[in-house]
């Protein structure tokens, strides 16, 4: 049987290993590394190389864990007051900046190698402006500077599918921008869901966020207008004939739910339906990325069971 003294180091160590974890934002940087890797799938019509899968996914993932981390880093004052992230790693005290800067810089730097080495230098230049775009231009400047902050500095967080496709192909094409562009006009609605409930933590702090600066209503209506618009945009994937009528399908249901959720918050707002369409949104563009991975292989299974039949 181990002794106590054995078994506290081992405790506190894997206490430090989960508060590092926590700075890289695990589960917003998993929905990036998705969208990251159903942009690669996408890119190609069969399967992506291993190689280009395995470390253009590593190498992303990473770089986005140095964002999230450097992004803790500067917000730490912030952080300390909102309730919303007050229980994250710094303003326990669990970390300090230091530590913290260090982890964001060994994660950037391992990233930007894996991606160089490994990948190609066009995703790595790609992803490094990312990463710069969303720790250093949103963070530092663009949040505090104006409450279309989250619409400018958006196209930080829309690069990911465009990454992916570059890890896999080596170029951008309008497709991959297509598919930039529907993360970019989803960011402000869904971003702005969150705004609505938490408006006095983001007032108390001084950032100007929509609801802060405009108002509840004014911010509601523009939820609505960019739900429509992301709606038609979304279509673009089957006019363009990137998709078919199966992703022209489930694309329009998941868009009919949030625009219902919309138009609900614009009539009759209250806390409890903004983090509803604030969780939906996340749930659609989930949904949506994984209608057009399924929609882009099923006429290559089809034919593949085809062949292997006749």
Not at 95 to 105: I, K, R, V, Y
Request: hydrophobic content about 55%.
């Amino acid at each position: 049987m181990k002794t106590l003294a054995e078994v506290m180091p081992w405790q506190r160590w894997q206490s430090r290993l989960r508060e590092y974890i926590a700075l890289g934002k695990p589960r917003v940087v998993a929905l990036i590394a998705f969208t990251a890797v159903v942009g690669m799938f996408l890119a190609v019509p069969g399967m992506v190389p291993f190689d280009a899968l395995l470390w253009g996914t590593l190498g992303i993932t990473l770089a986005a864990s140095s964002a999230a981390s450097l992004n803790h880093v500067i917000d730490q004052k912030a952080d300390a007051i909102m309730a919303r992230t007050r229980a994250r790693p710094l303003p326990r005290g669990e970390l300090n900046a230091g530590q913290a800067l260090g982890f964001a810089f060994a994660l950037g730097l391992l990233s930007m190698w894996i991606l160089v080495a490994k990948v190609n230098v066009l995703t790595a230049v790609l992803t490094f402006f990312s990463l710069i775009g969303y720790a250093v231009i949103y963070t530092v400047y663009l949040k505090h500077a104006t409450p279309q902050n989250i619409v400018i500095g958006g196209a930080a967080g829309a690069a990911p599918p465009v990454l992916g496709w570059a890890a896999a192909t080596g170029e951008v094409s309008a497709d991959a921008l297509l598919l930039f562009l529907i993360i970019f006009v989803w960011t402000p609605p869904h971003f702005w869901a969150l705004a609505l409930y938490r408006q006095q933590e983001y007032a108390k702090v001084g950032i100007p966020m929509l609801p802060v600066t405009h108002g509840s209503q004014f911010t509601r209506l523009h939820i609505l207008l960019y739900t429509l618009l992301l709606a038609a945009v979304t279509i673009l994937p089957f006019a363009t004939r990137m998709s078919g009528v199966f992703y022209l399908v489930g694309a329009s249901l998941l868009n009919i739910g949030f625009i219902y959720y919309a138009w609900r918050l614009y009539r009759h707002y209250s806390d409890a339906l903004a983090r509803k369409t604030f969780g939906y949104s996340i749930q659609y563009l989930t949904a949506l990325f994984a209608v057009l991975l399924i929609d882009h292989y099923r006429a290559y299974f089809a034919e593949a069971l085809q062949s292997a039949l006749y």
